[in-house]
């Protein structure tokens, strides 16, 4: 057991002193919060663009019903035909024309209306176009019908559906959504830390089998103690750059939007956008309060403790697997015939977290691949802010442990051989004669 915690403190402070380590360590935060920057940026510029469409309006159903936005400008023209027009409006390098003919009723006008442009224009503009035109063309087809709009917009009632669960627990769209984030940002962080620093683990090995130190280690220490000091020290000092690159990233995110007066905001979708509208239609102080309800409603404790033996035990399964294939292989070239059977199951998972956990996570699917060890880190952690009964998830982690523990007895076995073999290209043949020895 020495043997290990000294194998162990040599891996850990061999890559935390390591200057390509360190570098990086400091250098990626820097990296992602510029492209964030950036990217915020760039969108602010691109929002920032003016547009000048121009509305020949032959029926006069339409007359002032666009107004000027931040970003556009609607010009309506009278006087012109529609061809004198488009050439105009294209040699003035105007956004767009929208035309709208003369008709005999507010139907025929709907079915001809056309807007012409340079390229295809942008859906949110099309949008915004169509959103008028519809609003004023379902109002005067009331008015041929003799029905007040006004009136019937008055009436009209808003439904808000109140969430419940059979114990009288109140959910939310809201807290649906917190969930869901919760669990794909920890599966999808367990995806990243597996293969970036199973890499590392496996590229460790594959250099002190070429150097040949491993030649005398070997002489003092079991191969397995050695896999096991290997797994674990790499694995602290993974941890411990992923622990600085979130303070960095934080302290980041903060400071360079107010330095350079970047609003981060920017950066989001459409979709995010009306979550957030959603979230807060009771007003800022209301939406804030709303998710600081639905935050407390999550089973934080069991979410923290699932995450961290779930976190832990993922990636000690998968990255006793990459030391195998370190020791089984001369150089990193050779590793891409034994990287597909562990990809593959992680790919797996990912996908069967966003097309069925986030749809039914009781469902058949999600319960089974929460259960096969291989994929339950990042399936059982998708589906725990949804409330999975507690002896489902220790009976999950009894399993993903036990298989860690035939792993790295497997791996160990392909370790002890491989990792003294020079110059022959191993095969799966060969790795099963291994496991003979």
């Known amino acids: 057991m020495n043997h290990l915690s000294l194998i162990i403190k040599r891996e850990y402070l061999t890559k935390v002193r390591n200057k390509s380590f360190v570098i990086m360590t400091f250098l990626t935060p820097l990296i992602f919060v510029g492209i964030f920057s950036l990217v915020a940026y760039l969108a602010s510029l691109n929002k920032s663009t003016s547009r000048e469409i121009s509305i020949l309006d032959e029926s006069g159903y339409f007359s002032n019903q666009f107004e000027d936005t931040d970003n556009t400008t609607y010009v309506y023209v009278t006087g012109q035909s529609l061809e004198d027009l488009k050439k105009q409006s294209e040699e003035q390098e105007r956004y767009g024309l929208l035309y709208i003919p003369k008709a005999n009723s507010i139907d025929e006008v709907a079915e001809q209306i056309t807007f012409y442009s340079e390229d295809s224009p942008s859906l949110s503009v099309m949008d915004e176009i169509e959103d008028v035109l519809e609003t004023e063309a379902n109002v005067l087809k009331l008015k041929e019908a003799g029905i007040d709009a006004a009136r019937i917009q008055e009436m009209r009632i808003r439904i808000k559906t109140h969430q419940e669960t059979y114990k009288g627990k109140e959910t939310s769209e809201l807290g649906y959504v917190l969930k869901l984030g919760f669990g794909g940002l920890a599966g999808y962080l367990l995806f990243m830390f597996i293969i970036i620093y199973g890499n590392m683990i496996m590229r460790s090995v594959i250099e002190e089998k070429t150097s040949r130190i491993i030649e005398i280690i070997i002489s003092s220490v079991k191969p397995i103690k050695l896999l096991?000091?290997?797994?674990?020290?790499?694995?602290?000092?993974?941890?411990?750059?992923?622990?600085?690159?979130t303070i960095l990233m934080g302290v980041l995110m903060m400071v360079v939007p107010l330095i350079f007066g970047i609003d981060m905001n920017e950066m989001q979708t459409p979709q995010q956008q009306a979550l957030m509208q959603a979230a807060g239609e009771g007003g800022l102080e209301n939406g804030i309060t709303q998710f600081m309800i639905e935050a407390n409603n999550l089973p934080l404790l069991n979410l923290v403790i699932m995450f961290l033996l779930f976190f832990i035990g993922g990636y000690l399964l998968y990255a006793s697997l990459y030391a195998a294939i370190g020791a089984a292989v001369d150089s990193e070239t050779d590793t891409q015939q034994f990287m597909l059977p562990i990809l593959l199951p992680l790919i797996l998972a990912v996908y069967v977290g966003i097309f069925?956990?986030?749809?039914?996570?009781?469902?058949?699917?999600?319960?089974?691949?929460?259960?096969?060890?291989?994929?339950?880190?990042?399936?059982?952690?998708?589906?725990?802010?949804?409330?999975?009964?507690?002896?489902?998830?220790?009976?999950?982690?009894?399993?993903?442990?036990?298989?860690?523990?035939?792993?790295?007895?497997?791996?160990?076995?392909?370790?002890?051989v491989g990792i003294l073999m020079y110059g022959k290209k191993a095969s799966y043949k060969e790795l099963l004669k291994w496991l003979k020895y």
């Open 356 to 416: 069925t956990v986030m749809d039914n996570p009781h469902g058949t699917v999600s319960q089974v691949f929460s259960f096969i060890p291989f994929t339950s880190p990042v399936v059982m952690l998708m589906r725990i802010p949804f409330g999975v009964p507690i002896w489902q998830q220790v009976l999950s982690v009894v399993i993903l442990f036990a298989t860690f523990i035939g792993t790295v007895w497997f791996a160990a076995k392909i370790y002890r």
């Open 228 to 245: 096991l000091g290997k797994i674990i020290g790499t694995s602290l000092a993974g941890v411990t750059q992923f622990l600085m690159w």
